[in-house]
């Protein structure tokens, strides 16, 4: 397919800027999801005939139902699959049953074996057989291309299943006068067995070579299925009730329907006919609104009146099929229901959906697409079973409780339109807290009118944070808004502003190109070049070679990094446009040019190329760059090492998170590796390799990763010895509740933790109690001294556990409630200690009041007495077991504190405790243990 004609090529590149190297990819998948759809279209309107005529109308509610109890039983199943077999044979797992499925249920009908049993299992295979492949193709396809390919090409590839959903039902309405309905399903299974090669093809060529790190980041959105989320978020509550409904009644009217079709209809095979031309003429009809109607339609009445389109159409056709329950209405009420529901409505609820954070979206949207889904169709299975079978009323007693369904569904819109505007506020306060002006009134604007409003009277946050929102939408009407902020004078709303137009795939002006081009911010010269690129279609190689050659570094700069962000995952088009041998070119350039300015230009430059298209010929100078003596040119190494998401280059690169000058840019290169980085952060941690300086900053990274893996990790880390890692564990973890509310930290775990940590203050207690009674005893000044700097260390380190101790109960109750007791009890005021105490004796569960509050009684006093260690129960160890004790843990300062100590009492029984440490992974320590050994033998 790569060896496509040039006319074809050019038709491509032109029309839906499908490029060098995409073109077996994109080709692949849209044949794939063709012939996915094109199947289910055939074999939906056999299963839907023979089921009306074998089993009857009556039967479907029971159908409904046990499509919703299957579905949760497969999605469990499928679950546990996931888990011990890889996604690629789990797809092709799916494809060979659902084609060795087909046949059998062919056979079995044609034999008439079994006839309703199989019947009922075709009907609810279908089902889960539409819900599992759609879904399964469209993770390949976030598998298969990036972000950024996905927004451009994704649009294309969606015409696959538009035509299969159209030919589908066509064909099947012929074929069925040649062939008996169960007769299509060997057709359909010979069709689904195309797909088998077609999977293997693209797994091999375009999904393999990806790394882990690359293929967990892609996939990083379908991991978690939380319901909490969903029940801590009004917003997300209604939206799901929305969904709902309109699944309970899209199942109500496909019901009524079915029932005047198959009262109309008799023969199996003109009801097969009948069903699929229909289906394909939903489809078109669907297509036609969805292309020349949806963005008037919601443009011109906003999304909260548009939300009343689908029910407002249903409530006609069913209040037509009350009165008179013909098939015209039918075909009126279930025409009205697919083609609104596929255009109108989704268009509103996805608007709707807006001010809720993009991974909060991306990790509910399955459960809502399908758990809610099957849920619903329960329900409806349900309400059915109990009017027809438990009543014994008419099908058109169905019409009035649609139309009872109908009025919740008003009632849930008015709620979510006006949690619309309140979320869409709150959010743009909270983008600038420090922002004087009011938010504007949202009211009685549509959706695109209220962006608007908000980016001509927001602060530079708000712009950014509305121009991120515009990005997700990618409605092209907002250009004119947008394109005005290219001349803003903050860098940041620049480079918003030309994201937001690359994604709306709209063209700049060749004046405004070049004034971008010339920008004096890197980051906006950069994107400037890919907009250029992207809106190039003719002469694009000529006019690549033009701003490669400029005179201008920082053009021809420019160029180059653009050109190495769009050739990314593209081999073909690397190749096609010489990435590897222009980076080499323009290091040659560094080499030679005299200016230090343009020689430090270059080198940046060619480290962004090298990362961004990550051409691993070159990543030895990367490597090399990240020891340079220039500060500026180790920041950029580091940057470009993580761009390449390549996995030797991780200790490296957390090696810089020591230094407070080069953290941020570590932190930034390795939250670059996606999700993916959370595990290998964990294996650095337990490497006895590693500098500790090094572990205890990991925290520090997974506090900025928005995925409930991070929360995992940071937790995982509270099982350590090492007591500051557990500190910037918890620290970590109470920065992520704060900034990521929607990650879940289970309460439950933290109370042992905390129980734990109260149990390590005690036994600090009791030794800094003994080392305290231990200074007035005679003893040589050396000794005494370094008594006095253990005890020292151990004051510290009992302020770190009460600090512990408090971070967690953060977790476990309202940080608000408990980060005033926490600065009340260290305040120099008795009165606000004592008050912070009494009030935390108020807040805590009867388990951890026992443990905390003595605790924090002592915790108040200015000085250690016999009474607070007696009503703490601390028992005092005898100096052998204190400096045991005080050798646990990964705490080096400590350990070094009491080995000077050991050396200074000179007994040789001490020998043993100091003896295991000889063989420490960690050489400062194994030294200094061999150096006491050695002087208390002497």
Not at 641 to 660: C, D, R, V, W
Not at 770 to 780: A, G, I, S, T
Not at 872 to 894: H, I, N, Q, T
Request: proline residues 4%.
């Amino acid at each position: 397919m790569n060896r496509l004609t040039p006319l074809i090529r050019e038709f491509l590149l032109k029309t839906f800027d499908i490029r060098e190297g995409e073109y077996q990819r994109v080709l692949l998948m849209q044949l794939n999801i063709f012939l996915i759809i094109l199947t289910l279209l055939i074999i939906k309107p056999v299963v839907n005939a023979q089921f009306l005529s074998v089993i009857g109308i009556e039967q479907l509610p029971f159908a409904f139902l046990l499509v919703a109890i299957s579905a949760m039983g497969v999605s469990t199943f499928y679950a546990r699959v996931l888990n011990t077999r890889s996604l690629r044979r789990v797809t092709s797992g799916t494809l060979m049953v659902s084609i060795l499925a087909l046949i059998g249920i062919g056979l079995l009908l044609n034999f008439n074996i079994a006839e309703k049993l199989v019947l009922y299992i075709f009907y609810i295979g279908v089902a889960i057989f539409g819900v599992l492949t759609t879904s399964q193709f469209w993770i390949m396809a976030n598998l298969a291309f990036d972000a950024r390919e996905a927004k451009r090409l994704f649009s294309f590839i969606g015409a696959g299943p538009i035509a299969g959903g159209v030919a589908g039902g066509y064909l099947t309405s012929i074929l069925v006068s040649f062939v008996e309905g169960p007769d299509l399903l060997f057709v359909a299974a010979a069709l689904l067995a195309i797909c088998i090669p077609l999977n293997n093809i693209i797994w091999r060529k375009h999904i393999k070579p990806l790394s882990t790190f690359q293929q967990k980041k892609r996939l990083s959105g379908f991991a978690d299925h939380p319901v909490w989320l969903i029940r801590k978020s009004k917003h997300l509550t209604y939206l799901a009730l929305i969904i709902g409904i309109g699944v309970i009644v899209s199942k109500l009217v496909e019901f009524q329907y079915s029932s005047v079709a198959s009262a109309s209809i008799e023969d199996p095979d003109e009801l097969t006919a009948f069903f699929g031309f229909w289906f394909s003429t939903f489809n078109v009809v669907s297509l036609l609104v969805q292309l020349f109607l949806t963005k008037r339609i919601v443009g011109t009445f906003g999304v909260g009146s548009s939300l009343y389109v689908l029910p407002g159409g249903v409530m006609v056709g069913s209040l037509t099929l009350l009165f008179a329950p013909v098939l015209w209405a039918g075909i009126f009420t279930k025409l009205w229901e697919v083609s609104v529901k596929q255009s109108v409505n989704k268009a509103a609820t996805e608007l709707l959906a807006l001010p809720i954070p993009a991974s909060i979206k991306s990790q509910t949207k399955t459960f809502i697409d399908v758990f809610v889904d099957m849920a619903a169709t329960g329900i409806a299975g349900v309400l059915l079973i109990f009017i027809i079978s438990g009543l014994d009323l008419s099908v058109q007693a169905v019409s009035l409780l649609t139309i009872v369904m109908l009025a919740i569904w008003f009632w849930i819109a008015l709620k979510v339109r006006h949690e619309y505007i309140n979320s869409f506020k709150s959010k743009l306060s909270q983008a600038d807290k420090q922002a004087s002006k009011k938010a504007p009134d949202f009211q009685n604007t549509s959706v695109l009118s209220g962006l608007k409003k908000a980016l001509d009277s927001g602060t530079d946050k708000q712009i950014i944070y509305v121009l991120e929102k515009v990005r997700e939408i990618s409605d092209k009407r907002m250009f004119g808004d947008v394109a005005r902020f290219l001349s803003h004078e903050n860098a940041q709303v620049r480079i918003k502003a030309l994201e937001c137009i690359y994604f709306l795939e709209k063209t700049l002006s060749p004046v405004v190109i070049e004034r971008l081009l010339h920008d004096p911010d890197q980051d906006v010269r950069y994107l400037a070049f890919e907009q250029l690129f992207r809106q190039t279609t003719d002469n694009r190689i000529d006019i690549i070679n033009q701003y490669l050659l400029h005179e201008d570094p920082m053009i021809s700069g420019a160029a180059l990094v653009g050109l190495a962000v769009e050739a990314r995952n593209n081999p073909e088009l690397k190749k096609h446009l010489r990435i590897d041998q222009r980076v080499s070119e323009k290091l040659k350039y560094a080499e030679l040019s005299e200016d230090e300015d343009e020689r430090l230009l270059y080198k940046k430059m060619v480290l962004r190329a090298i990362g961004h298209a990550r051409l691993k010929n070159h990543y030895n100078i990367i490597a090399g760059f990240m020891k340079d003596n220039d500060p500026q040119i180790v920041k950029e190494a580091i940057l470009a090492a993580g761009h390449t998401m390549h996995q030797p280059f991780i200790e490296p690169i957390s090696s810089f998170l020591i230094t407070k000058d080069t953290r941020p840019y570590a932190q930034k290169a390795l939250l670059l590796y996606g999700v993916g980085i959370a595990h290998e952060l964990q294996l650095l941690a337990k490497n006895p390799e590693i500098n500790l300086a090094v572990i205890h900053q990991i925290p520090g990274v997974m506090e900025r990763l928005d995925d409930q893996v991070a929360v995992r990790t940071l937790l995982h880390f509270l099982n350590t010895r090492d007591v500051n890692l557990r500190l910037e564990a918890l620290r970590a973890l109470n920065t992520i509740q704060h900034n990521f509310p929607h990650l879940k930290i289970k309460k439950e775990d933290i109370v042992n933790h905390i129980i734990d940590e109260a149990t390590l203050y005690k036994e600090i207690l009791g030794v800094l109690y003994l080392q305290n009674q231990m200074l007035p005893v005679e003893e040589p000044p050396e000794v005494h001294e370094a008594r006095e700097k253990l005890i020292e260390l151990l004051e510290r380190r009992l302020d770190g556990t009460l600090e512990r101790i408090f971070r967690l109960l953060g977790l476990r109750y309202p940080p608000e409630d408990v980060i005033p007791v926490y600065e009340g009890i260290r305040s120099v005021n008795p009165d606000v200690r004592m008050n912070s105490v009494e009030f935390l004796d108020n807040v805590l569960e009867p388990t951890l009041k026992k443990t905390l509050v003595p605790i924090v009684e002592t915790a108040s006093f200015e000085s250690l007495s016999v009474e607070a260690i007696h009503n703490l129960k601390v028992k005092v160890p005898d100096e052998a077991r204190c400096l045991a004790l005080l050798l646990e843990g990964r705490d080096p300062k400590l350990k070094m504190a009491v080995f000077k100590l050991i050396t200074l009492l000179k007994k040789k029984e001490y020998i043993a405790l100091v003896e295991p440490f000889t063989r420490s992974p960690y050489q400062k320590i194994r030294e200094r243990a061999i150096e006491v050994v050695r002087d208390l033998s002497a």
